[in-house]
């Protein structure tokens, strides 16, 4: 990757999205459009069911202790546009008590017929882990399953193939590829409670912007080529200290694009060798919790072929980007 090294040399040359992409001028959700305490409005994931986009949202809030905000919590959003979104006040929450799970963040939403399941992160007393759930009423979540520790990033194909539930997982080894060296993997199930197969569809090593870890984003798309498959790919900058508000911040993510196998989602058909999403707006590179983080959780195809896809920036607000299907295709080798 040629590109890569100008950015890190000097911060004056920014790097730059790739040229398919569009990114809305602003970001689409901030703590301001929030009617409950918020400071950090980033990592959601949206689907659309019976014409209305439905966003779930991450908000960190409260007092910030030097390290993080004192709580985070789930927020939910409507929209009849996929641009100007109205949030409930609603906070959406767990059916039920589960004295070991600490906090639940970074949703991923996939509408199946007429449910829609929820894909999300899960800190415990014993570890990480990821859930999926059912949502029900747009204020609970029904735990179907949550993989073992530590295991996160998960996002559901958004129907069975060859008759199995598919997910992208990330689990998370430690003794094995080196400190945070975590791949893309993917598994399967009969009803989304009992999970197997689990397969490697791409390593770190696989990634050319990529020299830390990797992970699932979005639920895939379908289109007549394959699952069109958004990842993000995280690489070390080491000369980097303090930035946000954060002592020190070193990683930076951009969001990847792949197309996977319609008949077989482990398998690559094609992928973009360049990043697709990077930050080259103000408030994706400065003044955030963090900087420099693209992590994408939603990804919406329109008839028109326009292709939503809505991201987290910096670890700060909701950001937006659209591309055309046949391009994000074709940038796909
Ligand atoms: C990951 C998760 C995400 C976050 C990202 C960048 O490890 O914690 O919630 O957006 O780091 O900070």
């Not at 992160?121 to 990821?130: E, P, R, S, V």
Request: aromatic residues 10%; contains cysteine; glycine residues 8%.
């Amino acid at each position: 990757m040629v590109g890569m090294e100008r950015k890190r040399q000097s911060e004056e040359i920014m790097e730059k999205s790739h040229d398919i992409i569009k990114k809305l001028d602003r970001p689409v959700l901030t703590k301001a459009d929030v009617p409950y305490p918020a400071e950090l409005v980033f990592n959601a994931g949206v689907c659309k069911l019976d014409g209305r986009y439905v966003m779930v949202f991450r908000n960190d809030y409260g007092a910030f202790d030097g390290k993080k905000f004192e709580g985070t919590s789930l927020g939910v959003a409507f929209s009849d546009d996929g641009i100007k979104w109205d949030v409930s006040e609603k906070l959406l929450s767990l059916c039920g008590e589960n004295p070991e799970i600490k906090r639940i963040y970074d949703p991923r939403l996939t509408a199946i017929e007429d449910e829609i399941f929820i894909c999300f992160a899960c800190d415990t007393y014993h570890g990480l882990m990821g859930g999926v759930g059912r949502l029900h009423g747009f204020s609970e979540i029904e735990i179907l399953s949550l993989l073992p520790p530590d295991n996160r990033n998960l996002a559901l194909f958004p129907e069975k193939v060859n008759g199995n539930y598919v997910l992208l997982e990330r689990p998370m080894p430690v003794y094995s590829r080196g400190k945070d060296r975590f791949d893309m993997w993917v598994c399967e199930s009969p009803d989304l409670i009992h999970w197997g197969n689990h397969r490697l569809i791409m390593g770190v090593e696989d990634v050319a912007y990529a020299d830390n870890k990797i992970g699932p984003a979005a639920p895939p798309v379908k289109t007549e080529k394959g699952w069109l498959t958004l990842f993000h790919a995280v690489e070390i900058d080491p000369s980097r200290g303090k930035n946000g508000w954060e002592d020190k911040w070193q990683k930076i993510y951009r969001a990847g694009i792949m197309l996977l196998d319609l008949e077989n989602p482990c398998a690559i058909i094609g992928k973009c060798d360049e990043p697709l999403i990077v930050c080259d707006r103000d408030y994706e590179l400065d003044n955030g919790f963090r900087r420099d983080v693209i992590f994408p959780g939603g990804m919406i195809l329109e008839d028109s072929g326009e292709v939503k896809i809505y991201y987290g920036a910096s670890d700060t607000v909701e950001c937006l980007a659209t591309a055309d299907v046949n391009d994000l295709i074709s940038i796909c080798k």
